[in-house]
C-alpha cells in the first residue's frame, strides 16, 4: 500500500538557517506530491505541489521541493528560517485517479531565535 | 468567497450524544472530504464524496455518517459520541478535473467527548 513517511516529528533550527523537512514516499507509478502547512490554531494550506514536469518546485514564502524519482523523495527546504515559519509540515502523495491524498505524520518545525 | 467553512469551531458532548459537524464550500467543488486530526497520527480519511448524492468511506468511518444533498453541504454526523472520538476535525473541498488538484481546508471543529 501507498505510504509516506516523513523524518522527525520536531525539527528545531535557528533563525536565518537552512530548512530541510524529509518526505519519502513509496509508490509504483508516478505520483502527484503536495506539501500543506498548517499554522497553529488553523486549517492545512497548500505550500507547493509537482505534477509533472520541472522537479524542483517553488512555493510560497520562498519554500521549495526537489522532487527525486530514483529516491523516492520530495523534500521541502528554505534557504533562511523566519520565525514566522514556525508551522507543522505535511507532505501527501496522490496516485492517478486516485483523488484521495495519503498523508505523512508531521513534522513541526521550531524556529530558535 | 468564502472557501471552505466549518461550524461549529469548538464543541464539548458527553459520551453517547450524537451531533452533526457543518461543512460548506462556496467554490463548486465537486470532491469534498473529512478528516480527523490526532496528534502523531497525520490525517486520517473519514469519508468523502466525488459528487453530490455520492459517498464513500475512508480509513476511519466507523460511528461517522455522512451525506451530500448538494455540491455545496457535506455534513459528518456522529451518531454516538465516544471519548475515542475526541479530535480535530478538518473538512475539505477540491475540484475533481484531475487528482492534482489541492485540496482546500476549513479551519477545523475541535471536538471533545467527556
Known amino acids: 500500500a501507498q505510504s509516506v513517511t516523513q523524518l522527525g516529528s520536531h525539527v528545531s533550527v535557528s533563525e536565518g538557517a537552512l530548512v530541510l523537512l524529509r518526505c519519502n514516499y513509496s509508490s509504483s507509478v508516478p505520483p502527484y506530491l503536495f506539501w500543506y502547512v498548517q499554522y497553529p490554531n488553523q486549517g492545512l494550506q497548500l505550500l507547493l505541489k509537482y505534477t509533472t514536469g520541472a522537479t524542483l518546485v517553488k512555493g510560497i514564502n520562498g519554500f521549495e521541493a526537489e522532487f527525486k524519482k530514483s529516491e523516492t523523495s520530495f523534500h521541502l527546504t528554505k534557504p533562511s528560517a523566519h520565525m514566522s515559519d514556525a508551522a507543522e509540515y505535511f507532505c501527501a502523495v496522490s496516485e492517478g485517479s486516485n483523488y484521495q491524498l495519503i498523508w505523512g505524520a508531521g513534522t513541526k518545525l521550531i524556529i530558535k531565535p | 468567497n468564502a472557501g471552505v467553512t466549518q461550524t461549529p469551531k469548538f464543541q464539548v458532548l458527553k459520551t453517547g450524544q450524537s451531533m452533526t459537524l457543518q461543512c460548506a464550500q462556496d467554490m463548486n467543488h465537486e470532491y469534498m472530504s473529512w478528516y480527523r486530526q490526532d496528534p502523531g497520527m497525520g490525517l486520517r480519511l473519514i469519508h468523502y464524496?466525488?459528487?453530490?448524492?455520492?459517498?464513500d468511506q475512508g480509513e476511519v468511518p466507523n460511528g461517522y455518517n455522512v451525506s451530500r444533498s448538494t455540491t455545496e453541504d457535506f455534513p459528518l454526523r456522529l451518531l454516538s459520541a465516544a471519548p475515542s472520538q475526541t479530535s480535530v476535525y478538518f473538512c475539505?473541498?477540491?475540484?475533481?478535473?484531475?487528482?492534482?488538484?489541492?485540496?482546500?481546508f476549513g479551519d477545523g471543529t475541535r471536538l471533545s467527548i467527556l
Open positions: 475539505a473541498s477540491s475540484k475533481r478535473t484531475d487528482s492534482n488538484q489541492p485540496q482546500h
Open positions: 464524496s466525488v459528487g453530490a448524492g455520492i459517498t
